[in-house]
C-alpha cells in the first residue's frame, strides 16, 4: 500500500501563472487535508476535504486559492495567479477516518514562484 | 487563538538524553503530537498523546503532558546522527478534522559527535 503520494515534488511557476497540485490519498482514505509550510514556519492548516465535499476551508485564502478532490482522482490544490509569497512547501495529509492520530502526510511539494 | 510555541533549536552531543519542549494555549486540546521532518521529506508522526495522560512511552521516546501548565515534552534517549531533524509539536481539539492541526515552529535537533 503506497503512502500519500504528492506531484510534483518541486515546482517552479513564474509570477502569474497557474499552479496545480495533486494528492493521491493512501488506498481507502476518504479525508484529505492540505497544509502550507513557509519557509521557517510551521504548518498551517488551509482546507479538509472529503469526496467531492469540502469540509472546511478556514485555512484558504480568499482569493486565487481552491481545492477540489473529485469521486475519482486525485485531490488538487490549484492556485491562480501565483505571486512570490505563494512560494512554500504544500503538504496534503489523508486518513481513513477524521482522526489525526491515523493521518499519514505526503513528501510535499515545494513551489517555487520566480 | 490558538497558539503553539517551541525553541526553534537543541543542541545535544551523541549518546545523549534530547529533550524537546513545547507550550500551548488551548485548553480544549484533546491531542498532542510530535512529528519528525527530515531534511527534504514529509512529516512523520512519532507519537501522540490523549489530553487525559499524564505520560507516554514508546522505546526510546517519552512523552510528558503537563496539562495544567498547558506544558508538552518529548524526550529521546541515547540520541543518534539518525534523530537529527526537525521536531513538529501540534495539537488538536478534537480527534481530528473541522481546524485542523495547529503545529508549532519546529525545533532543530542537531547532534555533535
Known amino acids: 500500500n503506497a503512502g500519500v503520494m504528492q506531484n510534483p515534488r518541486h515546482l517552479v511557476r513564474r509570477r502569474g501563472q497557474e499552479a496545480r497540485l495533486r494528492c493521491s490519498p493512501m488506498k481507502g482514505h476518504s479525508h484529505v487535508y492540505w497544509y502550507r509550510q513557509l519557509p521557517e514556519e510551521g504548518l498551517k492548516f488551509m482546507v479538509y476535504l472529503q469526496k467531492e465535499n469540502i469540509i472546511d476551508e478556514s485555512g484558504m485564502p480568499k482569493e486565487r486559492f481552491s481545492a477540489e478532490f473529485p469521486k475519482e482522482g486525485p485531490s488538487i490544490l490549484r492556485i491562480q495567479q501565483v505571486v512570490r509569497g505563494d512560494s512554500a512547501a504544500y503538504f496534503c495529509a489523508s486518513s481513513l477516518e477524521v482522526r489525526y492520530t491515523e493521518a499519514f502526510f505526503g513528501q510535499g511539494t515545494r513551489l517555487t514562484v520566480v | 487563538g490558538e497558539d503553539v510555541e517551541q525553541s526553534l533549536f537543541l543542541s545535544v552531543r551523541e549518546g545523549d538524553s534530547s529533550v524537546i519542549n513545547c507550550t500551548y494555549t488551548?485548553?480544549?486540546?484533546?491531542?498532542l503530537y510530535w512529528y519528525k521532518q527530515e531534511p527534504g521529506a514529509g512529516l512523520q508522526l512519532l507519537t501522540y498523546i490523549f489530553s487525559n495522560m499524564d505520560m507516554k512511552q514508546d522505546q526510546r521516546l517519552t512523552v510528558l503532558l503537563n496539562k495544567k501548565d498547558k506544558h508538552l515534552s518529548l524526550r529521546i534517549a541515547d540520541t543518534q546522527t539518525g534523530d537529527s531533524a526537525i521536531y513538529f509539536c501540534a495539537e488538536a481539539d478534537s480527534g481530528g478534522g473541522a481546524d485542523g492541526l495547529t503545529f508549532g515552529k519546529g525545533t532543530h535537533l542537531i547532534i555533535q559527535p
Open positions: 488551548d485548553s480544549s486540546s484533546t491531542y
